[in-house]
């Protein structure tokens, strides 16, 4: 075998040994990006039936979830106060003659107060579905 015929056949077989990993680091990259699709249609249906749930059972002051229900129904009434505080804010020309900071300081308040324990709450529930 001459020379060239051994470099040509070292090559070659370097070159299936790339091709080869590199058809295994594309078929890894599709099993993780399935993965991460899957992770993604998880988080989508538990929020979709989280939210079915609450709204099946918003009502009920007691139960498994009472606790979690009520931290959900006191982040909405916050954000909905929020959202009528923007839009008086909006409307607000000149802020000498207007008492939106005052009402914008108590909300903010208010949510600072109570957004570690929602938070918190969430997460406990979070992982006890998924646990």
Do not use: P
């Amino acid at each position: 075998m001459s020379f060239w015929d051994d470099v040509t056949e070292k090559v070659a077989a370097g070159s299936r040994v790339v091709a080869d990993k590199a058809k295994e680091v594309s078929e890894i990259a599709n099993i993780r990006a399935q993965i991460v699709s899957c992770d993604n249609t998880l988080v989508k249906n538990y929020k979709a039936l989280g939210k079915a749930y609450f709204e099946a059972h918003k009502d009920d002051v007691s139960g498994e979830f009472a606790d979690v229900m009520k931290n959900i129904k006191d982040a909405a009434d916050k954000k909905n106060a929020l959202n009528d505080l923007l839009k008086a804010r909006k409307n607000c020309a000149d802020d000498t003659k207007c008492d939106c900071t005052d009402k914008a300081a108590d909300v903010v308040t208010d949510i600072a107060e109570g957004a570690n324990d929602v938070v918190d709450a969430v997460k406990e529930t979070a992982e006890d579905i998924i646990n």
